[in-house]
Nanobody, 119 residues
Framework: QVQLVESGGGTVQPGGSLRLSCTAS????????MNWYRQAPGEQRELVAS???????NYADSVKDRFTISRDNSKKTIYLQMDSLKSEDTAVYFC?????????????WGHGTQVTVSS
């Protein structure tokens, strides 16, 4: 089982910035596509940003041009740089390692880190 540990959450004022990190225990981290999801109270979990093993990125429309996902394979870590934060970005943010069914791996989730945007 791969462990994912998120960090970097906190409380910030609207317009502020935070950087989330997620470090994986897998020694073959570089082959996995990775995602950031978030879940606000009473809402479904939603995909925020993705980065493939080939460094291709994709973003939800709501965060495009404000958030940047990146990865450092040497540190087995992905990042989510969040700028121009809005109150509606308040949520628990989860790191996800996508499954590889052909290899019998169903994926893995971190425990989440709280991001609160409030004045």
């Amino acid at each position: 089982q791969v462990q994912l540990v998120e960090s970097g959450g906190g409380t910030v004022q609207p317009g502020g910035s935070l950087r989330l990190s997620c470090t994986a225990s897998s020694p073959i981290f570089s082959i996995f596509d990775m995602n950031w999801y978030r879940q606000a109270p009473g809402e479904q979990r939603e995909l925020v940003a993705s980065i493939t093993s080939m460094y291709r990125t994709n973003y939800a429309d709501s965060v495009k041009d404000r958030f940047t996902i990146s990865r450092d394979n040497s540190k087995k870590t992905i990042y989510l740089q969040m700028d121009s934060l809005k109150s509606e970005d308040t949520a628990v943010y989860f790191c996800n390692m996508e499954g590889r069914p052909a290899q019998g791996f169903s994926g893995s989730w971190g425990h989440g880190t709280q991001v609160t945007v409030s004045s």
